[in-house]
């Protein structure tokens, strides 16, 4: 039982070693009271921790020591002192703090059981109930020390203990001037990341001798949920908020009660609804400016649409003759050229029709550096035949872990106008968005990073896993028109097999 792992190392661990000559031997009492049994680890600052007997109430006891003792104590022992005056279930009971001089130590509980460090390391990444769980308990005590206006300072999968009973306990608190509340309540969204993937978010807590968060090519956390499957969305989000310090933190409290919802809601994540943190006595919820944002933008959108449609339709009850477009400028396709037709010279637009797509116009988009195994499946999916599909290879996961998808590239030999893109999947399952493009820059890895890089997305991006079979992208400006479509696909269904992959059976363009 690793009753100390390696936690976060204050200002005074940085000054030096700690010195370790006169270590103690088991069998040794210290204070005339703590029998030394078992040396159990040195935590990250050096210090020994060893299991040991209370002689007098005849109870386990963890002992911390340090050496030596003196000023380059203070830090530890001061902490120890603080952390004695707050009881809470889930925090590590501290009994005595003592300075010889020649050394120091902290005397508190022993729980039975291992560090979350130890194990994740076991038993790989905690499914999210268990890591819901555990982080509601981390922050429950962290609510308990905030109160008290302290701040614990050491939040981290080694100081993180799993009793065998099932108690999670949070121990060494040990806060130094760059510690605040905020800090502890952003760990909690580290011991959630790491409880997810089995790595530890370095620039967003602290540095550790934990694996690093896993970034993309700008240096930003890969979300959970896009390196393994099966984590709710809205634990991703509530994660990803606690690591991104643009996002305000909740106070703990907040944070205990919002993962008390999500903890009691078990594994149903799809019925607990939005965040609700909280601040004081304030119902209102606490939102990030990010999804302020595009909560407005999307009431932004809805306005335009509900009033477009109220002008059609006041425009349609008081006229006889169909409406006209009364524009100067004439309408452009989505290279920006101009398409000849203008003002009350447009005709009614034709019904849109399933344009003629033929296995030459096709292709897979497979970045960065695809095996392009599948590549003559492409043509599966306008051959007409339901027997035949585009087969993805299969993968461990359902997010790509080393590219942001893939997809099919369709070249509609020139530009057109289009209504909509349908897409039938062998399943359910599927995460797709349509993206376009002015060129395509050729059947290689370099042309397949170029679009992805460059093609844009249309309407609100990725759709979501599909509830059927069958996806209907009517995403397209009538006002425009356009030549390269791509169907990407983003996140794939698990199969049979245990292993995620896509198949693909048709694809079909609506348009003029």
Do not use: C
Not at 94 to 99: F, G, N, P, S, T
Not at 214 to 233: E, K, N, Y
Not at 442 to 459: A, F, H, R
Request: net charge negative; charged share 25%.
């Amino acid at each position: 039982m690793t009753q100390v792992g390696e936690g976060h190392e204050t200002a005074a661990d940085e000054a030096g070693p700690v010195m370790t000559f006169g270590a103690p031997t088991v069998g040794e009492i210290l204070a005339e009271r703590y029998q030394l049994e078992e040396h159990v680890n040195n935590d990250s600052a050096g210090r020994q921790v060893w299991r040991g007997i209370d002689v007098i109430l005849r109870r386990p006891v963890a002992v911390v020591l340090r050496y030596p003792g003196g000023d380059s104590a203070t830090e530890m022992l001061q902490a120890a002192v603080d952390a004695s005056r707050v009881i809470h279930p889930n925090l590590v009971g501290v009994y005595d703090a003592i300075d010889e001089g020649s050394r120091a130590y902290v005397v508190r509980e022993w729980v039975d059981g291992e560090a979350l460090r130890e194990l994740v390391a076991q038993e790989g990444p905690l499914d999210p109930a268990r890591a819901t769980a555990i982080a509601h308990s981390i922050a429950d005590a962290l609510a308990a020390v905030h109160a008290t206006g302290m701040v614990h300072g050491n939040v981290h999968p080694g100081t993180t203990l799993i009793g065998d009973d099932g108690r999670i306990v949070l121990a060494d608190a040990r806060a130094d001037s760059a510690d605040s509340t905020e800090t502890d309540v952003r760990s909690v969204g580290g011991i959630l990341y790491f409880s997810l993937t089995g790595h530890w978010p370095h620039a967003e807590i602290r540095g550790s001798a934990l694996p690093d968060a896993m970034r993309d090519g700008t240096g930003s956390v890969v979300p959970p949920r896009q390196i393994r499957a099966g984590i709710p969305a809205y634990l991703d989000d509530l994660t990803m908020d606690l690591l991104d310090k643009r996002v305000a933190t909740p106070e703990a409290d907040a944070l205990t009660a919002e993962l008390a919802r999500l903890d009691s809601a078990d594994e149903d994540y799809e019925d607990v609804g939005p965040l609700r943190f909280t601040q004081g006595t304030s119902a209102e919820p606490v939102r990030s400016t990010r999804k302020i944002a595009i909560g407005v933008g999307a009431l932004l959108v809805i306005a335009v649409i509900g009033l477009v449609f109220g002008i059609r339709a006041i425009s349609e009850s008081g006229n006889d003759k169909p409406s006209t477009t009364q524009a100067n400028t004439a309408p452009q396709d989505s290279a920006g050229t101009d398409t000849g037709t203008t003002g009350e010279d447009a005709a009614p637009a034709a019904p849109p029709k399933k344009l003629t797509i033929t296995p030459d116009m096709v292709r897979i988009v497979d970045p960065p550096e695809g095996d392009r195994t599948d590549e003559g499946e492409a043509a599966y999916t306008v051959d007409d035949d339901k027997d035949t599909v585009w087969k993805t290879s299969g993968f461990l996961q359902a997010k790509f872990y080393n590219k942001p998808g893939m997809g099919l590239l369709i070249n509609l030999g020139s530009p057109r106008t289009v209504s909509d893109v349908r897409v039938e999947t062998s399943a359910p399952g599927i995460a797709m968005d349509i993206r376009t493009g002015s060129t395509d820059p050729g059947n290689t890895s370099n042309g397949d990073k170029k679009i992805v890089e460059t093609y844009k997305k249309l309407g609100d991006g990725d759709t979501g896993k599909t509830d059927g079979t069958n996806a209907v992208f009517p995403v397209f400006d009538e006002n425009l028109k356009y030549q390269y479509i791509l169907v990407f696909i983003t996140e794939l269904p698990q199969d049979s097999d245990g292993k995620y992959r896509a198949e693909i059976s048709k694809v079909e363009v609506y348009g003029n």
